[in-house]
Nanobody, 126 residues
Framework: QVQLVESGGGSVQAGGSLRLSCAAS????????KGWFRQAPGKEREFVAA????????NYVDSVKGRFSISRDNAKNTVYLQMNSLKPEDTAVYYC???????????????????WGQGTQVTVSS
């Protein structure tokens, strides 16, 4: 069983930056595909970014391309989401997720992930 714990959320003004971290238990986390999703009030959860376990391929939703960056540190069992040039529309609860297998592509669909964190709130004010 893998447990994921997000941190780094908070409140920031538009144009600011935050870095989210997702720390995982379990020695095999490094082999898992990883992703970030978010859910804004009144909206469905949506894909934000993902990184494959093989090759480190990345994928982003169009609205964050050029502003957000996903990375991983397998030695620390941690995946990060660096968020720059934040906008009010980025306000949401952010969730990290892990797919319990090697992945060649950066997966974008919720059903492709097996483990989820509890979420961390990001609020961007104008």
């Amino acid at each position: 069983q893998v447990q994921l714990v997000e941190s780094g959320g908070g409140s920031v003004q538009a144009g600011g930056s935050l870095r989210l971290s997702c720390a995982a238990s379990g020695r095999t986390f490094g082999s898992y595909g990883k992703g970030w999703f978010r859910q804004a009030p009144g909206k469905e959860r949506e894909f934000v970014a993902a990184i494959s376990s093989i090759g480190g391929r990345t994928n982003y939703v169009d609205s964050v391309k050029g502003r957000f960056s996903i990375s991983r540190d397998n030695a620390k069992n941690t995946v990060y989401l660096q968020m720059n040039s934040l906008k009010p529309e980025d306000t949401a609860v952010y969730y990290c997720a892990a797919a319990a297998e090697y992945t060649i592509v950066a997966r974008t669909r919720e059903y492709e992930y097996d483990y989820w964190g509890q979420g961390t709130q990001v609020t961007v004010s104008s």
